[in-house]
């Protein structure tokens, strides 16, 4: 893809077409302000640009029919989701839907130089599937605090050896196109503003609970990253002064005690003292125990899981409590892996909120888990680089 938009109004016209498949050219003309003859030169040079066809006649609105205009069809984007201990890469096409995806156990701490080799690999299965002859853009989501437009790691807590990697230039380097990063929960949350539960929502708070803890700020439809790109690190609130130790360097912070990995720490200090027999078995099983066994054994009704599932809600919650009170979110989304603990966790962090955040706050305001899963991200990845590549140059 080497065309690009030459003003906002083609900008505008390809986003509208990527976030509504294709559409005619009157339908386009009441979703922009443009006169009937400044619209159709802007779309006849987008035509001429190649980034949109013509795509059959419209539905008769009386008088002359009309063209679809759709986005080119042979346009496909990369979207790369790299977590803590699993990578998703998917390829999209312009209006985002998913053509092929593969998710494959990973360990982020074994530094970008693995970790990309495996997602290199990963893409170029996808490509030799006949999915892509080539990739247009590609956008990439990593687990920790990124410095948005140099597209860097900053001091990553649960990623050593990334500090400073320039993730945006050596990937665009090796794929050979325009490349995005931005942290995973804000990828999450633009997943499922363009496909998911937030479909309809302005103002939405995406919480993203894994093996670290994070949120996706939304304002206006746009996600907002602060000055440097570290909004949303909510992961590291304190929640008990001078409490547990946190892979920060901190006290006491929120991801310490209920991210994935504090809550299988937990579960198997309870096996281990035997208050447990369901986590004793699964420990005795596996050698070791995770957020899904703890979902699982609360599934089963045990009643330790589900007492350290509520424990690390009414933390959460407390702290999503805040951000309601300050942020007046219209929707709060909830996601990542920890999710799989579903609604007793659901129903844990909704107590408190409804409890402690104000009733003008908190009257309207839906709390869910969000819908789309582990797709979300590389939606959101695919999102983001065409964010990019559909606005001016």
Known sequence: MTARPANAHQARLLRLLRDGGPNSRAQLGDQIDLSRSKLAVEV????????????????????????????????????VDIGATSVDVAVTNAELEVLGHINQPLDVREGPVAVFEQ??????????????????????GVPGPVRFPEGVPVA?????????FPVREALSQELGCPVMVD???NLMAMGEQHAGVARSARDFLCVKIGTGIGCGIVVGGEVYRGTTGSAGDIGHIQVEPDGRQC???????????FSGAALARDAEEAAREGRSDELAALLEAAGKLSAADVAA???????????LIREGGNRTGQVIAS???FFNPGLVVIGGGVTGLGHTLLAALRTQVYRQSLPLATGNLPIVLGEL??????????RLISDHLFSPA
Do not use: Q
Not at 247 to 257: R, V
């Open 119 to 140: 997602v290199l690999a990963m893409a170029a299965k996808l490509r030799a599937s006949g999915l892509a002859e080539g990739f247009d853009g590609a956008g990439i």
């Open 373 to 382: 899963g582990p797709t979300a991200g590389v939606i959101g990845a695919a």
């Open 183 to 185: 942290n995973d929960v």
């Open 247 to 257: 892979a920060c360097g901190n006290k006491g912070c929120l991801e310490a005690y």
């Open 156 to 164: 990553p807590p649960i990623m050593p050896g990334w500090d400073g």
């Open 323 to 325: 951000l309601v009170s």
């Open 44 to 79: 006849d040079r987008l035509l001429e640009t190649g980034l949109v066809v013509a795509d059959g006649l419209a539905a008769s609105r009386g008088g002359r029919r009309s063209h679809n205009i759709r986005l080119a069809p042979e346009l496909r984007f990369l979207g």
């Open 297 to 307: 054994a609360a599934a089963a009704g045990d009643a330790t899981s589900l007492d």
